[in-house]
Each structure stands twice: as C-alpha cells, then as structure tokens.
C-alpha cells in the first residue's frame, strides 16, 4: 500500500514536473515570439517614421502633389554625351512594383536634352562614375500626368536627393575612388547638394562593410534601392540630381582595353587632399596642419618631425609570409619605429590616424593602398608585387601617388624569385583557382613568368597570380627600395608658386627692318606676366612662334629674355604672324598673348 502511494506521488510529482517545464517552455515560447514581434514592430514603426519624415518632413504635400499634377516631371541636364552628363530633376518618381523611374509629361514638362529615341543609345547618362559600363546605366520610363488618377498616391520627397550607384561598394579602393570622391565634388558642383542633401544609392547592393563612410557624405542617412519600396509603391523627389562626376577619377579598370591611367587626368593632388582633410575632419582625426609644419623662416629649419614607417598586413590572401622579418629590416635600415596596421582588425579611422603621420607606407598590391591618399606630403608608397606580376600593368596606385600636387614619392618592387611564392590552384576560381581549367591551360599559366596585358575582369592567370603568398627577399627589397630613393625630391614642402600658371605676356609688340632684298629682321618684344612679380619661380622661359601669313606651319623658339631679334629664315617684305607666351619650371605653360601682326 505505501509502495502504491509512493508511487503515486512520484507520479504527481513528475506530472508537475512536465507540467512546469511545458509551461516553462510555452512561457519562452511566447516570450521569444512577443521579442521578436516587438522588434519587427519596432522596425516597422521606424520605417513608418522615416516614411513620415520623407512624406511629410518641409513639404505641404497637397501643394506637392498639385505641382506633380500641374507641371509633372522636368529636366535639364549637363554635358554632351550621356558619359558626361548630370541632370536635374523635379519631381522625378520611382515605381517600387516597376522598378523604375518615371518621367510624367504634363503640358508644363520640360526635358531637356530632348533626346528621343537616342535617351537609349545607349543611355541618358552614367549612375556611376565608371564610364560608360552597361550596368550602370541611367533611364526612365514616360508616363502622361493622367495617368496618376490610376496609381497609388505618391510619397514626397522633401530632400535634395543625389541619386547614383556605388560601383562595387565592398572594395575599399572603389569605394574612394568610384564613389566618395566623384559624389564629394558632384555635391560641390550644386550649392543645393549641401549636408542636408539626401544620397540614393540604385545599384542594389546591401549596405557593405563600409558603409559609414557613405555615411560621411551627409547628414541624412543614404537609402538604398531595396528600402524604396517601404516608403510606397510611387516615391516623387521633389528635387534631385542623377548622375556623378567623373572628374576626379584617374584609372580605368580595363573593360575596354587593358587597365591603366586614364587618358585625360582633369584631378590633381590639391583636390584629392582637400577631400583628405574634410575627411579627415568629419572622421574626428586631428593632425598639425601640414602648412604649419613645413613654414621655414630665414633663421630656422623646419621642425623634424617623429618619422616611423607602416606597413599593411592582410589576413587572408597575397599574404607577406616573412611580414616580421620585414618589418624589422625597415626599422634596422632607416631607424625608425615601424607599425603594421589591418583593415581586418582595427577600425578604419585609427589606420587613418596613423597612415596621416607616416613617412613611407609599405603594402602588397591591394585596395589597402588607397589609404595613401591620406598620406603627408613628401612621403613614399612602397608597393610589393607577387610573383609574374608586372608593377607596369597594375598602377591605380602609382598614378594617384605621382598626380600634380600628391607629391608622393613612389616605390614598387616585384617577387622575381619563383621558389618564395605559395599559390592556390585549389581554390575556387574568383579567389585565384585553376583546377576548373584544362589540364594544358593549367600548366600554361604554371609554367608563365609574367602575366599577360589582359582585360577585367575574370582572366584565370592574374586571378592565379595576384592572391599568391609571397616570402619577401630582403637583400633585394632593400635594394630595389634604397635604389628608388636615391630619386626622391626634397621633403621640403614645394612652394605654391610651383603649380600656379603664368598669365599672358603684356604690352607685346614686334618692329622690322629690311637689310637687303633677300635680308630682313624681325624684333620682338614684350613685358613679364603681371602674376610673375608676386612669385618666387625657379626657371621662367617664354615661347614665341613664327609663322607666315598663309602658311600652315610656324617656326617655335624658346627663349629666356623678353626680346630677340629673329633673322633666321625672314624674309623682307612679307606678313608675319607672332604669338608669345610664358612657361614657369618647363612645364607650367601660360596662355599666348594676342597674335602679333609683324611685316617687314
């Protein structure tokens, strides 16, 4: 009988016990459900306030959705080709269920370049910087203003907006390069663009790993194609720009040929530091001004400053196998401290602050290296090639150092040495792989000392080459590095005065004389540019050309006075036609002075 209620209890007990944990395990249940409930309410409420913010935030909606209706969709755009072109937009419209923007014509529209059917030969205009690459495209659809009696009701968009499309935004060198500079100067282009301006990024990527940068740009959080749809199914910009400009970009990655320098360079150094610093500034990072730092008076020096060298270490491939050894090669050659910095592993405005203050920067080939242009003036780029891998094909980096104005000194050194590589046939293909290849096509990339000229952006041997691991061979780094040193400028800040250009020669004039029937003289003479006497230039030399009334061609002299007495191949009484101009350091040319009409 007691073993039974023994039993028995044990029975209850261990019903209570289910009892509890059931209703424990219900309890999480619903705890986890309310959790996860409550946190997609709150991100719906977000949404639904970001929504009100944009809808409703400086904006009578009524008056918007009249003028919409009124006057509907206008355009005017700059540049010739739709690879040059910026246009501005009010109140150009984005279907989320469509997908794509919406021109609505109205009897008050205004579309200008009025294009026709040739908007799709191939585009209107370039969303990205990267010229004329068929992914990056820019149209719209048209639509009669009628025809929002039949859609959904808009959503305003109070903002300035600056639409685009980062070009691969997980690269941190595409990431400078493609968008943050070319969206920095378009914004300075309009006065509109300011930091209350909105950016709108179309490709469809998600937000990436760098995306506090884009974050830099304004003080509006950027939005991206994928959050468009939760503000409606038709989003109006009462105002916005589309497009970015390409002025300040330097490299072409080899869609069309093979990469290189671009061929008309319209950025310098000056551009490129003055992002730097606002950068800088908005990251919070402080550093002594580089002017007063370079100030040299007549009694003193400039103040030697703590030098110290960083190298980039990477983590995960074109790895440096010695990086150690390296490292302590730099600090015994040119007795200073050396840091090895990571994108991997520290933030991106720490590496910042100590790229800003460094006298060379040591780094494999990489995006990593775009950080250069943080760099002090009179610093050097030291850049490691892999094995077969030719400096020459591969400069992103060498022409942003040797752009006007940078004045960066640049270093590149190459792995000869085919035993002091580690490759990676295994892979898969996007990270340098071959084994997907043919047999023969294998062993020819193996058996390659150099890599090929090739076009982006899938070529199976640069892959192969480039995400080698390399052991550095120190004798001959150090040699290649000292040897590239020997050529480098004073560190002493160049003068302003040295990238500033003449102005036109003044009070020009010419005088002749005939010496015989076959003999003559022409005389020319002309005052310095008017900019000259506030300058200290090394070299002024000036320029005259002589051509005869009717020829083609002319005869160029290079002179250093500022008069000479021609006879050489002057004839008497003909009509000769003179211009003159000044050049500064060889190179700074001036503009010619009004032509001179001269006869003897």
Known sequence: MRASVAGCRMSVGALLNGLLVSMLAALLWKYSSLSEHAASLEEELHMTQQSQEISQGRIDYHV??????????????????????????????????????????????????????????????????????????????????????????????????????????????????????????????????????????????GEGQHFDLYRLLSSKQPLLKEQLKNFGKLMCFTKSYVGLS???????????????????????????????????????????????????????????????????????????????ELIMALAQEFKMRVFSVSLEEQSFPSIVQVVSGASMLVSMHGAQLITSLFLPKGATVVELFPFAVNPEQYTPYKTLATLQGMDLHYVSW?????????????????????????????????????????????????LFRIYQDTLIDIPSFLVVLKEGLRTKPSMKKSRIANMVHPGRVREAWCQTSVQTSSEAKLLVSWQIPWNLKFLK???????????????????????????????????????????????FNKNLLGPFADVLTCKT
């Open 414 to 462: 190459r792995n000869s040495k085919e035993e002091n590589t580690v490759t990676y046939p295994d892979r898969p293909w996007e990270q340098g792989g071959i084994a997907h290849l043919e047999k023969a096509e294998q062993e020819r990339i193996l058996n390659s000392k150099d890599v090929p000229r090739h076009l982006c952006c899938r070529n199976p041997e640069w």
């Open 64 to 205: 918007a959705l009249q003028a919409l209706h009124q006057h509907g969709t206008r355009m005017v755009c700059t540049g010739k080709m739709h690879t040059d072109r910026i246009c501005r937009f009010d109140y150009l419209c984005y279907s989320s269920e469509a997908e794509e923007f919406v021109f609505f014509h109205s009897n008050s529209s205004v579309m200008l370049p009025n294009l026709g059917s040739r908007r799709f030969q191939p585009a209107l205009l370039d969303l990205s910087s990267v010229e004329d690459h068929n992914t990056q495209y820019f149209n719209f659809l048209e639509l009669p203003v009628a025809a929002l009696k039949l859609m959904s009701k808009p959503v305003f968009v109070p903002d300035v907006t600056l639409i685009l499309n980062r070009f691969n935004p997980d690269n941190l060198m595409h990431v400078f390069h493609d968008d943050l500079l070319p969206a920095f100067y378009t914004m300075k282009q309009y006065l509109d663009l300011d930091d209350e301006a909105r950016l709108v990024f179309m490709e469809g990527w």
């Open 246 to 324: 390409k002025m300040t970009t330097w490299y072409q990655y080899g869609f069309v040929q093979p990469q290189g320098p671009k061929a008309n360079i319209l950025v310098s150094g000056n551009e490129i530091r003055q992002f730097a610093r606002t950068l800088m500034f908005k990251l919070n990072i402080t550093k002594v001004d580089e002017v007063e730092n370079d100030r040299v008076s007549a009694e003193n020096e400039p103040e030697k400053k703590d030098e110290y060298i960083v190298v980039f270490s990477r983590s995960t491939t074109r790895l440096i196998l010695n990086e150690a």
């Open 537 to 583: 230039v090394r070299e002024v030399k000036y320029e005259v050309w002589i051509q005869e009334q009717g020829e083609n061609t002319y005869m160029p002299y290079i002179l250093p006075q500022q008069n000479y007495t021609f006879s050489e191949n002057i004839k008497p009484f003909t009509t000769y036609l003179v211009w003159v101009r000044c050049i």
